[in-house]
């Protein structure tokens, strides 16, 4: 079972760099 997680802030850049580092390491990250 993979872990989950939300990531919620304002900068997109932010976001889409942390969702890509966690993704790499099985991590299913919804963003918002």
Known sequence: M???VLLI???KEFL????ERMQ???IDV???
């Open 24 to 26: 790499t390491r099985d």
């Open 30 to 32: 919804t963003t918002a």
């Open 9 to 11: 802030d304002d900068e």
């Open 16 to 19: 889409e760099v942390m969702s």
């Open 2 to 4: 993979s872990e989950r």
